[in-house]
Structure formats: C-alpha cells, structure tokens
C-alpha cells in the first residue's frame, strides 16, 4: 500500500509486486521448500522473482501473463534463444534412442571433436555438468601436473558456485591455497604470480564482476610470467568463448594451457567442460601413464552431448558468433550515447554480446571501479526496465542471444532512455 513517505524504490517494488499476484503466491510456496524460494540464488530479487511460464525465440512469458524480451539470454548459457529448432531435434531423436546408457556413446565423439577443432588451446577435452566442476577439474589437474598448490586467481572474479571471490564468497570457498591479484594489474603479475604457483585461472573478460574485458598487455603478461614460472595458465571461457568460433583466446593470438567452457556451449543444456594441452591430459589417460580418474555420472549425458554436437557443429559458425558480436557492439555504443545525454551517473562495459550496465560514470576496467556503484539507482534501473518489458540481470548485465532482433534492440535502448527520464525527474 502506498504511502506519501514512501521511497522512489518502494513505489517501483509495490508496483511490481501489485502486477504480479500469481508470481508472488508461487514465491511464498517456494519459499517453505527452498531456503529463499528458489535453487539457484542469483535469480532472486527483491520483492521476488517473476515466475516465467514459457520462452519462445527472444521473449518470455511470466505466470501473471507479462511479456518480457529476453536480454539475460540465461546468464549467457542461452545464446542460441529459446527455441533452437536443430537442438530441440537432436534432444528428441536421441531420447528416442533411449538414455541413461551407462556405456560410451557416438556423440560425446562428435561434440568432442567439434570442440577441439575451433579452440587453439584445446588438443583434448573432457565433459563435466557445470562450468563450476569444470574449474574445480582444472585446478586439481594444474596441481597435480606441477606438483604445486597454489592458485592465483583475481580478486573478485567468479568462477562457479564453489570459487567466487567477490565479497560473500569466502563462506562457501573450495579449500585451496588461493594468492589473489588485480585484474588487469601489470605489476600483480609480476608480484602474485611465482614458482610456487601452480596455475593463473582468469576470465579474458570478468563477467560476473561486471563484463570488464582484460587487456592484451594484462593477460600477455600472465602467458610470459607463467611460462618464466612454469606455471600452467588457465582460461575460464565460460562466458567469454561466445566471442568468437575459437574464443577470446583466438580473437587475442593468447594461448592458455588449460581452458574451461560451460554455459551455451551445448545448445543450453546442463554442460561444463575444461580441457587443453594433450601432455597436461593425458594424466587423465591410462595408456599415457596417467594416473588421474575423472568421475561424474552426467559427464556423457546423451541430451547434453547430441544437443553440444548440434550446436557447434551447425549454428554456432564463426559467422553467426561475429555478427553476435558486432550487434553486441553496436547495443553498447547507443547505451552509451543515452547515459552520456543522462545527468546520472550510468555507463556500459563489455565486449560484443555480453554488457553490464553500472551506475557509475566509468570508464570501468577492473572491479575497484565500481567501488562507488550506486546500488539503489540500478534497482530503480532495473524495475523500470523490467515494468517496460525488458528482462536483464538485477545487476545490470546482459547477454545477447542470436534470437534478439533489431526492433528488441530499439525498445531495449529506448526503453532505457525512457526508464532515465522517469528516475532523474
Ligand atoms: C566465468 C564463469 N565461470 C564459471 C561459472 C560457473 O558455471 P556453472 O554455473 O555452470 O557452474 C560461471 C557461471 O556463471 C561463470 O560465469
């Protein structure tokens, strides 16, 4: 109920929650069986999450009958939109051929070769649930290869549900030796990063901590100090490898020894994967000597694995990924010309289809300069957005998928300009 002390947020919440009386019920039933109403955190916000109903190309149904254009893009794990005609086919004719096998299968070959024909860095991979199980696969390989402990990592970034090292993160994080440094910090480099390191694990771009792009020099500098160390140097592309058909590493001439993959890469189904140098591999390869075991129940699941071959090997072609890039480009720029016309304090970061929005003048180019962040402006932000049809992270972030049309680009921008008109009045 409305009163005349009332902030502009809570008239944004009330209007919110008085839309939304189905969504609101489902929350207060979720909330009795799952500590907060939901199993994955990061899709709660306040007063409570819509709840979607269905999803077709780039847009989305909540239960209360509100139409949203989808610019989450699942938190960049649905690039290819919610209706992938080719992945659906796979996914129904191999459960057609039955599942839970138990035994080896054609299309872990498939995807397997799909991925290790585009990534430099990836001579021989291996399948895992999440991108999180993924890292956790790629430290303990890097530990074991060099017979080393310790794990350098950024401070702030976010590398799954277990490695996250923003504030909050400690509680839940997965007991390693961890040295941090400075994202982009030329110096750290040189300083953090030693003999006793046994790996680098850094994102080419930070995602979670903002879509805060590295530089060359930056993770140049960690090619040649890992190299001087005999460290091994670990690409998290879980995000990022939507870049390109090879990556960001392939956009950068920057080869890791180890890079993890997750998210899109399997037509949005449940996939993470690392892999990299055949030597480093191999302890995984009994033939080789290897005396390393990789379990995990899912890590060939049939739907995972035809819906990944599928997606590599016809949709997600060097073409499609570039124009993704080029159109994620092209939304950031004219964001950037309506915050540069706005009297608040609001920018964009990035690179191609991936972008946060912050509430800070910018430019942003590591985690310390968001220090100033006005968290209630990006609130304000986000229900005036999600009021207007446009659905992105709380938080600002978006990721582009190749069902965004250009009219979804319009109304995105001008929904933004719009919703900036509304707040600084
Ligand atoms: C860069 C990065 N690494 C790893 C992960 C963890 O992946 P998953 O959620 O599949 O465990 C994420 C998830 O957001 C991520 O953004």
């Avoid at 969504?23 to 709660?44: C, H, K, N, Q, Y």
């Avoid at 190749?402 to 600084?424: G, H, N, Q």
């Amino acid at each position: 109920m409305s009163n005349r002390f009332a902030t502009p947020l809570d008239r944004a919440r009330e209007r919110y929650t008085s839309k939304r009386p189905r969504s609101r019920e489902i929350f207060e039933r979720a909330a009795l069986v799952m500590p907060g109403g939901s199993t994955r955190s990061v899709l709660d916000f306040a007063p409570f999450p819509f709840r979607i109903a269905s999803a077709t190309g780039s847009h989305i149904v909540d239960v209360d009958g509100h139409e949203y254009v989808d610019f989450l893009g699942d938190y960049s794990a649905g690039l290819l939109g919610h209706d992938p005609g080719p992945v659906e086919a796979a996914v129904i004719a191999t459960l057609g051929r039955g599942w839970s096998f138990g035994g080896v299968h054609t299309d872990e070959v498939r995807f397997a070769e799909a991925v290790v024909d585009r990534f430099p860095s990836i001579e021989q991979v291996r399948f895992t649930n999440s991108g999180t199980e993924a890292n956790l696969m790629a430290i303990q390989l890097a530990r074991h290869h060099t017979g080393r402990d310790r794990i350098v990592v950024c401070d702030a970034a976010y590398h799954g549900g277990l490695l996250y090292f923003g504030h909050g993160g400690e509680a839940l994080l997965a007991p390693f030796e961890f040295d941090r440094m400075r994202f982009n910090d030329l110096h750290d480099v040189g300083h953090v990063v030693d003999r006793a390191t046994a790996a680098v694990l850094v994102e080419p771009m930070m995602g979670s901590a903002g879509c805060i792009p590295a530089t060359s020099e930056f993770l140049s500098a960690l090619r040649a100090r890992c190299d001087e160390v005999g460290a091994l140097l670990i690409f998290d592309e879980v995000m990022t490898s939507r870049m390109a058909a090879g990556g960001v590493q392939a956009r950068l001439g920057i080869t890791p020894d180890l890079t993890t993959l997750g998210k899109y890469l399997a037509g949005g189904m449940t996939f993470g994967a690392f892999g990299g140098r055949a030597d480093v591999m191999a302890a995984f390869d009994p033939a080789r000597g290897g005396d390393l075991t990789h379990g995990g129940t899912f890590n060939n699941n049939v739907v995972t694995m035809a819906a990944g071959a599928t997606a590599l090997g016809e949709l997600l072609t060097a073409d499609v990924l570039d124009a993704l890039f080029v159109t994620g480009d092209s939304v950031m720029s004219r964001l950037t010309a309506v915050f540069e016309a706005s009297p608040l304090p609001l920018c964009v970061s990035g690179m191609g289809s991936l972008m946060t929005i912050h509430t800070v003048t910018g430019p942003v180019t590591s985690p310390a300069d968001l220090a100033t962040a006005d968290p209630v402006l990006k609130e304000l932000l986000f229900h005036e957005l999600v009021d207007r049809g446009i659905y992105l992270a709380p938080r600002g972030y978006m990721a582009l998928s190749t069902a965004i049309t250009d009219d979804d680009c319009d109304r995105l921008v001008s929904a933004v300009a719009d919703s900036l008109r509304m707040i600084a009045s």
